[in-house]
Structure formats: structure tokens, C-alpha cells
Nanobody, 125 residues
Framework: VQLVESGGGLVQAGGSLRLSCAMS????????IGWFRQAPGKEREGVSC????????NYADSVKGRFTISRDNAKKTVYLQMNSLKPEDTAVYYC???????????????????WGQGTQVTVSS
């Protein structure tokens, strides 16, 4: 099982980035996929989660209306489109896969069975 994040980088406030999480070794149909982030000195928080077998999604209040999660099961890839980025979005972003997890539970409790290595997102003011 492998999850590999990409797409992070340095962007100015108000800019956009799209993160990708490429997965292998398991069927996406049975896994809820989530994006999480951790800033220095802060706890890891759920950003957005998407069900592998339905259209259910969950977003943290801080990113609603700015971030959009989507998945391509054929490509085994989940995306996080991040618009109107703010300096407080700066963090290491991780993707995770949770077997048949409810999207709210997974995002709220970071219930990932498998995790990627993370990608740095830095938003300058």
C-alpha cells in the first residue's frame, strides 16, 4: 500500500494549488480518502475527506468554499484544489486512506489506516 502526495509548494496569499494523492496497493472503492494538515506546533487536523463509494464529502469550516476534494477511482488519485489560499493554510499536507470510514469520523478523528509522507504548502502574505 502506498500513498504519494504531490503538488505542494510556495504560493502567495490569494493563490491556488492543487494537491494530488496517488495510491496503489488497494481498491479505492472501499476506502475513504482524507486530506489532513499539520502546522508547526499544532495538532494534525482534518481538512477534507471523500468517500470511495459515494459522493459524500466533508470539509473543515476553515476551508469551506475555498477547497474542493475530488477523486478519480480509475487513476487511483484524489485531488485537493485549494483556492484563495491564506497564510494560515501553511502546513504539511498529508493524505490518508481509511477502510469504509464515515467521512465525518475520518476527518474529525484522523482515522487513517494508511498515510502518505506529506507535502509542504507555504502561503506567503
Amino acid at each position: 500500500v502506498q500513498l504519494v502526495e504531490s503538488g505542494g509548494g510556495l504560493v502567495q496569499a490569494g493563490g491556488s494549488l492543487r494537491l494530488s494523492c496517488a495510491m496503489s496497493g488497494f481498491s479505492l472503492d472501499y476506502y475513504t480518502i482524507g486530506w489532513f494538515r499539520q502546522a508547526p506546533g499544532k495538532e494534525r487536523e482534518g481538512v477534507s475527506c471523500i468517500s470511495g463509494h459515494s459522493d459524500s464529502t466533508n470539509y473543515a469550516d476553515s476551508v469551506k468554499g475555498r477547497f474542493t476534494i475530488s477523486r478519480d477511482n480509475a487513476k487511483k488519485t484524489v485531488y485537493l484544489q485549494m483556492n484563495s489560499l491564506k497564510p494560515e493554510d501553511t502546513a504539511v499536507y498529508y493524505c490518508a486512506a481509511g477502510f469504509m470510514r464515515d467521512v465525518q469520523d475520518m476527518c474529525g478523528q484522523a482515522l487513517g489506516d494508511y498515510w502518505g509522507q506529506g507535502t509542504q504548502v507555504t502561503v506567503s502574505s
